[in-house]
């Protein structure tokens, strides 16, 4: 389907990316050439699934629940994207130990990854709620196609014609790495139900021993209350080249569930058909099954 092109769009290995801070050469670079460390940290999703949420929970981890740093860097220079012109230099920039972000699916990911034995943390949220973040935030951010009316945009969503490809095979092509002991994947809806606890398995995953105070201080400095008014990390800091800051932000609701305001029954259903389609064979279950 069409949809308006806020901006012009190129195809990577048939995957959707914006001119606009995106290249060929540069998604090229960091498929063959970036050179993943041991001790890189990656905060990997599919967009509108807690990327924000969980960079700043790796952010205040990495700094023992101090929250100096996510009060005084801007999120996205505490985790570059790999993938972003822009992002790439402030990545190689960087000193170690990273803390690096993605939005990539798996089969454009770094080669040397496969060989290192740096951390990967997945972060997974509802098809449905992601659909509908997705919707909103695309009105706002330049970078994404305007979403159109809710049924072009779900046939796009389906199809996975959309920045970053199709959601169903980022996420099986990423939950096929688990098993593996640098893998570590969540859910948005985990977080949600019991931060503490995601917080203290985020710990153990990362082999940092946090006192209870310190988990504390984790949990309270990324509460969606805590984040929105960080200048910091609530997005108010992004250009107005790159979003329609009265169009939408990056917190908007933060719940689980906001798809049964926008969502049809048979738009739903839809979703639940390929999702157990396409992520049956995994043998999870998700939560919001
Ligand atoms: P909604 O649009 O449903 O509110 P991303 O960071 O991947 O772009 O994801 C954005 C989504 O995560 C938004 O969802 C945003 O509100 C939610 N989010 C960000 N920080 C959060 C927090 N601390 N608690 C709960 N949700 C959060």
Redo the contacts with the bound molecule.
Sequence with gaps: SQGVMATQFFTYKGIPFPCLEYSPETLDYVDRQFQVQDDDIFNI?Y???????M??ILSLIRCDGDPSWVRSVLNLRRAPWIETNRGLQNALRYPPPRLLSSHLPIQLFPRSFQSSQAKVIYTLRSPK?VL??LY??SQALHLYKDPGPMDAFLQDFLSGNLHYGSWFDHVAGWLGLRGQKNFFYIT?EE??QDLQGSVVRICHFLGKKLSEEQISSVVKN???QT?RENQMSNGSQIPDEYMDHQKGQ??????SG?WKNLLSEEQSHRITTMSCERLHGLGIDFPWD
Excluded: C, I
């Design positions: 999703t967009p509108k699934s807690g990327t924000n949420w960079l700043e709620d509908v973040s909103h935030f948005y977080l949600q990324a509460s969606f984040m990056f917190l908007r609701k933060g719940v906001d």
